[in-house]
């Protein structure tokens, strides 16, 4: 029998998962795939370890109104039919919310799942889902140890000024702090930036984590010190589908003036804002970068204006700069954003080498440059992997 960890990352409508050998977290997961497009027309897709697809194989079963919690439940299916060899030894689960509370992955308890439940108001388009594939598990595999790691805790070494907002004292008493996500992407880099930037890791670093989501941390000595995303993932920079940073006046004339319900304004921040309200043509990067359209342009220039403005707003909480590194989907493969960006920052000393970061190589500033810039891809399941061998023991 092989001993393998499940890491699951249930999202707003994908669930992602990967199977990385207990013996070997460092290797490539033996079996990645996800589930997309759940809730409109689901879909599913898995690989083994050397790219070969293997969702033919065995379809799993899924309807156009199955949730989280079911999905999970097939997918926990077809990995038993798929591959009787494997024996999970524990589950890792993606947590986007941690609250103040949890500061490192936790051991999931009922103590440790009826706490994530108060959360769910902190992300009510991720928490939910995510706890719905922790009871997936639990059903299905009663006994299995489930681990749960969140995208908040890196950011709580932060300085108290950096978590602040100028809100009444009462309310950041309350909990109402600038809390930051994607820390298990940041987590990885910082894990990894001593082989890229030797001692110069423990220096000033921004790491800008561009995906569907957006955000960008900045690190002294690996250690987050502050970040562009707040009480929610809606803060900073401006992403797929969600605003970013914005006039909290435009909220209030949203409600006041136009008379948007809460749900309807909820609605147009996080589902239809960012680039594809901006380019009014789709939420995905490389379809804008494609389209001779002006408003696909101003879409793409504006992502990299409010990019480059943030990144000197870090720039400033590090006391300077001396490292940028860029990361997921658009960081790891758009030339063309990195570019732009970049250029906006020849004024700290930001040169780029524009063949290296054309051919999307490592290290993409010119030598000579005051920063040095890296392209790094991030691995956040294999973080999760080995927190969660980390609490469980690894097998004897
Ligand atoms: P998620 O936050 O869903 O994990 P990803 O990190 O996968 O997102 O990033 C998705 C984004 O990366 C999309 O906007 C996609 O267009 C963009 N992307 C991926 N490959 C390229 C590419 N070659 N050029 C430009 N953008 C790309």
């Known amino acids: 029998m092989n001993d393998a960890v499940l890491v699951l990352n249930a999202g707003s409508s994908s669930i992602k998962f990967a199977l990385f050998s207990a013996a070997d977290p460092e290797s490539a997961p033996l079996i990645k795939g996800r589930i997309g497009g759940i809730g409109r027309a689901p879909d599913f897709s898995a690989r083994d370890a050397d790219g070969v697809e293997l969702a033919e194989d065995g379809l799993i079963a899924i309807d156009t109104t199955a949730?989280?919690?079911?999905?999970?439940?097939?997918?926990?299916?077809?990995?038993?039919?798929?591959?009787?060899?494997?024996?999970?030894?524990?589950?890792?689960?993606?947590?986007?919310?941690?609250?103040?509370?949890?500061?490192?992955?936790?051991?999931?308890?009922?103590?440790?799942?009826?706490?994530?439940?108060?959360?769910?108001?902190?992300?009510?388009?991720?928490?939910?889902?995510?706890?719905?594939?922790?009871?997936?598990?639990?059903?299905?595999?009663?006994?299995?140890?489930?681990?749960?790691c969140f995208d908040t805790s890196f950011h709580r070494t932060q300085p108290r000024l950096a978590q602040l907002f100028a809100l009444p004292r009462e309310l950041s008493d309350q909990g109402l702090i600038r809390y930051g996500f994607h820390g298990l992407s940041y987590e990885y880099i910082a894990s990894v930036l001593p082989d890229h930037l030797g001692d110069g890791?423990?220096?000033?670093?921004?790491?800008?984590?561009?995906?569907?989501?957006?955000?960008?941390?900045?690190?002294?000595?690996?250690?987050?010190?502050?970040?562009?995303?707040?009480?929610?993932?809606l803060d900073g920079l401006m992403m797929g589908r969600r605003c970013g940073a914005i006039d909290p006046g435009v909220i209030l004339h949203l409600v006041n003036g136009m008379g948007m319900s809460p749900a309807e304004v909820e609605r147009l921040l996080y589902q239809k804002s960012g680039l594809l309200g901006v380019s009014g043509i789709s939420n995905n990067m490389q379809v804008l970068q494609e389209s001779a359209e002006p408003n696909a342009r101003e879409a793409i220039d504006l992502f990299c204006y409010r990019a480059a403005g943030q990144l000197g707003m870090l720039a400033t909480a590090l006391g300077g700069l001396d490292a940028i590194v860029f990361t997921a989907g658009i960081g790891e493969n758009s030339s063309t954003v990195r570019q732009r960006i970049c250029d906006r920052l020849t004024w700290l000393g930001v040169e780029l080498d524009v063949e290296a970061n054309q051919t999307n190589a490592t290290k993409i500033s010119r030598p000579e440059a005051a920063i040095e810039v890296l392209v790094v891809a991030t691995n956040e399941e294999q973080v999760i992997a080995k927190a969660a061998l980390g609490l469980v023991g690894a097998p004897g």
């Open 201 to 233: 890791a423990n220096g000033r670093v921004v790491v800008a984590h561009l995906g569907n989501g957006a955000s960008m941390c900045a690190m002294k000595e690996r250690q987050s010190i502050a970040t562009t995303m707040g009480y929610t993932a």
């Open 67 to 148: 949730g989280h919690g079911e999905l999970t439940t097939r997918l926990l299916e077809w990995l038993d039919d798929h591959d009787n060899s494997l024996n999970l030894i524990a589950a890792g689960h993606r947590v986007v919310h941690g609250g103040q509370s949890f500061a490192a992955p936790a051991m999931i308890t009922a103590d440790v799942m009826s706490k994530l439940q108060k959360l769910v108001t902190l992300a009510p388009l991720h928490q939910p889902h995510n706890l719905a594939a922790v009871d997936a598990v639990s059903e299905r595999m009663a006994g299995l140890p489930q681990v749960a």
